[in-house]
């Protein structure tokens, strides 16, 4: 059986060419499986009872299954969900004033060992297919719409933030990106979808030809030797490539500004030292600033981090530095952290690889808050 969650429109005219059906039915089918988030082909009413039959026999569409979902006291929801294997993935749903964001993962785990991430430190077991990672959005949208009673779209951003580095799982993440944006099913503009990478230069270069959506950067350091420690894949790709590499994209970007995240770590990247060298680099590799804007990221700990948080008055005065040079700098507020959904807490439970299988029956046994969902997300989507 295929799962149609995996096609995007192209693969799925495709697929109904060789069934002997006509472009307009895959893009009728298309739309009833992420417009309409209808996983069963009795429903779809408009299409010939013939061809219904004829997709009964040879496709389904087949979600993953939901381990466990949280809804924090700000509304932030968190899902976690089984991709077999002992494998489970983490999918947050931020709303905000204007607007709902989802955090997706590409990965199960991640390979790239960042010191200050929790998903780093689980290790990598493997890519996320195309129908795994559209399928976080399949799912979030049509919960949200279903349980907050919606016609129109919930998920107005969406930010492949959550575990893994995208750009590692590059075939199959573009086909998913490309249904986030077809009007024939999400219909989200390239610039509230947003990649965020450590720093993959040679990809980032393919994307931004391929797929120009908006480009998120794991900096979180103004030089090599601190950056080398902090994000060992800079050993492979230093600042002298992936900053020109940033320059570059920005020649295809939706938005005319990379955001660069920086993770707020007490004592180790946040001197007022560091901040100066941070605007020297910017200043270097552009005729202005403006290229860019910085995201401060106050660190989740975590344990066996071995690292702390920035002191609040300590990342104030890292963003006035970063301000009073011109550069748009803010500091993110940290969401849904009373569930682990903070950034860099996804898969915060997930560390205990060996005892997969006990932990995915304990999250199974949590009672879902679904009834709390109205109330907890209220007024605030
Ligand atoms: S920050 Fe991103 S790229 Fe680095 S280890 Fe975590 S998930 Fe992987």
């Known amino acids: 059986m295929v799962n149609l969650l995996e096609y995007d429109l192209e693969s799925l005219t495709a697929f109904c060419e060789l069934l002997g059906e006509k472009r307009f039915r895959a893009v009728q089918l298309f739309r009833w499986i992420h417009q309409r988030g209808c996983a069963n082909f009795e429903d779809m009413s408009d299409l010939a009872k013939s061809l219904r039959q004829k997709l009964k026999g040879v496709a389904e569409i087949k979600p993953m299954e939901v381990v466990s979902q949280h809804i924090s006291y700000d509304g932030t929801i968190k899902w976690l969900f089984d991709v077999g294997g002992g494998n489970v993935i983490e999918s947050v749903f931020i709303p905000e004033d204007d607007r709902g964001t989802l955090c997706l993962s590409t990965q199960a785990g991640c390979a790239m060992g960042c010191r200050f991430c929790s998903t780093g430190h689980q290790g990598f077991s493997r890519n996320l297919t195309t129908g795994e990672i559209i399928g976080q959005l399949w799912f979030a949208e049509h919960f949200l719409r279903k349980h907050l009673q919606r016609d129109e779209r919930v998920i107005s951003n969406a930010v492949m933030m959550g575990m893994g580095e995208p750009l590692q799982n590059y075939a199959v993440l573009v086909p998913a990106l490309r249904m986030m944006l077809d009007d024939h099913a999400y219909g989200l503009s390239r610039r509230r979808v947003t990649v965020s990478t450590s720093g993959l230069v040679k990809k980032m270069d393919l994307l931004g030809l391929e797929c120009p959506v908006a480009l998120a950067v794991s900096l979180h350091a103004p030089n090599n030797a601190l950056r080398d420690y902090l994000v060992p894949l800079n050993i492979k790709h230093p600042l002298e490539e992936l900053m020109p590499a940033c320059v570059s994209y920005l020649a295809h970007a939706p938005r005319d500004f990379i955001t660069f995240e920086y993770c707020m770590l007490d004592a180790v990247n946040d001197t007022d030292a560091l901040a100066h060298e941070l605007v ?23 344990p066996a981090s071995g690292l702390h948080r920035s002191k609040p008055e300590r990342i104030l005065a890292f963003a006035q530095i970063l301000s009073a040079s011109g550069i748009t700098t803010t500091i993110r507020k940290t969401r849904g952290d009373d569930i682990d959904a903070a950034c860099g807490q996804l898969a915060g439970d997930v560390v205990d690889r060996t005892r997969v299988a006990v932990r995915i029956a304990r999250q199974r046994s949590a009672e879902p808050a679904a009834t709390a969902l109205a109330t907890a997300t209220g007024a605030k989507i």
């Open 280 to 302: 020297q680099l910017v200043k270097h590799y552009g005729h202005s600033v403006s290229w860019c804007k910085f995201n401060l990221i106050p660190f989740n700990p975590f």
